[in-house]
């Protein structure tokens, strides 16, 4: 059941909080993307039916959440979601999970809670994800159109919608880069990709890998997988993956 978590100062969250035992799985979706999605709804069916604790989320300006879209940037995302969590799920252990653009603001909740609690990250899951995709993700001729006008329009294959970037959000994205030096955290970390992905290139999973300080990185290349890794046999790897993470969390508590 979605409910609506309303701050002082900034915009109400659409929230879908399944409680739970365990380490609380928390979604990331990807740009301009919401909790509506097939992956996402797959890890709350899989949460309910293991009797485990699940957050998903709507970012502020995209899916049933308040606010205006392009007043949003990277780093504004990333605080909904350290508030989302600190209201939902104050005092668990999580295991995080990401898909593009939602992969960047997963490694970055995590080090932002890690710095206050270096244990609170119990393991993290990369779907073809896009850390500083405002480095590589955009042409010269891109970014001087952002410059200059402080909007740029693409086309979506997504949806009837164009895709808006704003200059303020690829100015936090520039502010936030991370695969220029070791990442701190040292949780286990799964990354999974397609290989035919048109929009990330996995190639960007394997720089992740090898820039994460942990030593518990396993990469998975799905040869004729796309960007969205949404097909059946996607989702069953996806769940399969989260699976297996919570059997080692388990099996090394005991």
């Known amino acids: 059941m979605t409910t609506f978590f309303t701050r002082p100062s900034r915009p109400s969250l659409a929230v879908n909080h399944i409680p739970g035992n ?28 293991s009797g485990r604790p699940c957050l998903l989320f709507d970012y502020a300006g995209c899916g049933q959440s308040a606010g205006e879209f392009a007043a ?8 909904d979601a350290l508030d989302v969590i600190a209201e939902y799920a104050p005092d668990r252990s999580l295991i995080l999970v990401g898909s593009s653009m939602g992969g960047w603001l997963m490694l970055l909740v995590a080090l932002a809670l890690t710095h206050s609690d270096p244990g609170r990250i119990a393991a993290m899951l990369g779907i073809a994800a896009a850390p500083d995709f ?25 949806g009837p919608e164009p895709t808006l970037t704003t200059h303020a959000l690829w100015l936090s994205g520039e502010a936030n880069r991370l695969l220029g030096a070791t990442i701190p955290l040292s ?6 990709h397609g290989q035919a992905d048109a929009d990330v290139p996995f ?9 994460l300080r942990s030593a518990e ?24 993956t989260v699976g297996s993470l919570y059997a080692s969390l388990e099996g090394q508590s005991q």
């Open 72 to 79: 949003e940037t990277l780093t504004s995302w990333r605080d």
């Open 203 to 211: 190639t960007i999973s394997l720089r992740l890998a090898e820039q």
């Open 22 to 49: 365990g380490p609380a799985l928390v979604f990331f979706p990807g740009y301009a993307s919401d909790m509506s999605g097939s992956k996402a709804q797959a890890l709350r069916d899989h949460a309910i039916a």
């Open 134 to 158: 405002t480095d590589w993700g955009y042409s010269d001729e891109q970014k001087a159109t952002l410059a200059r006008d402080g909007l740029l329009f693409e086309d979506n294959p997504y």
């Open 187 to 192: 949780c286990p970390v799964r990354l999974l």
């Open 217 to 240: 990185v396993v990469t998975t290349l799905v040869k004729d997988g796309d960007h969205r890794l949404s097909r059946p046999q996607d989702i069953a790897l996806l769940l399969a």
